[in-house]
Nanobody, 124 residues
Framework: QLQLVESGGGLVQPGGSLRLSCVDS????????VGWFRRAPGKEREGVSS????????NYADSVKGRFTISRDDAKNTVFLQMNSLKPEDTASYYCGVSSVPIATIDNSDFGAWGQGTQVTVSS
């Protein structure tokens, strides 16, 4: 049974970096496409990035392209989201989820087994 746990969030100044981790303590993430999503106060959850099974393909929202990088270490059951050049508009709770869709989709409806989230706040 999948049990996703996100970590790595925090308070950072604009232009700073954070690396988020999504660990599966239950089953094995390597069977799934894994995605990162975020929800800002008063907004809908939106797709940020995803990585397909085996890391063959990745996908990014236009708002984070060139700044965020997703990767996976299946030996450690972990997916990372490296976030650079952070902006105040990146402030949100970040969640990871899994999908059986074999491509790197960032459609909310394709994902489930959400973790509890980790808060990212970008502020000076």
């Amino acid at each position: 049974q999948l049990q996703l746990v996100e970590s790595g969030g925090g308070l950072v100044q604009p232009g700073g970096s954070l690396r988020l981790s999504c660990v599966d303590s239950g089953s094995a993430l390597d069977y799934y496409t894994v995605g990162w999503f975020r929800r800002a106060p008063g907004k809908e959850r939106e797709g940020v990035s995803s990585i397909s099974r085996g890391g063959e393909s990745t996908n990014y929202a236009d708002s984070v392209k060139g700044r965020f990088t997703i990767s996976r270490d299946d030996a450690k059951n972990t997916v990372f989201l490296q976030m650079n050049s952070l902006k105040p508009e990146d402030t949100a709770s970040y969640y990871c989820g899994v999908s059986s869709v074999p491509i790197a989709t960032i459609d909310n409806s394709d994902f489930g087994a959400w973790g509890q989230g980790t808060q990212v706040t970008v502020s000076s």
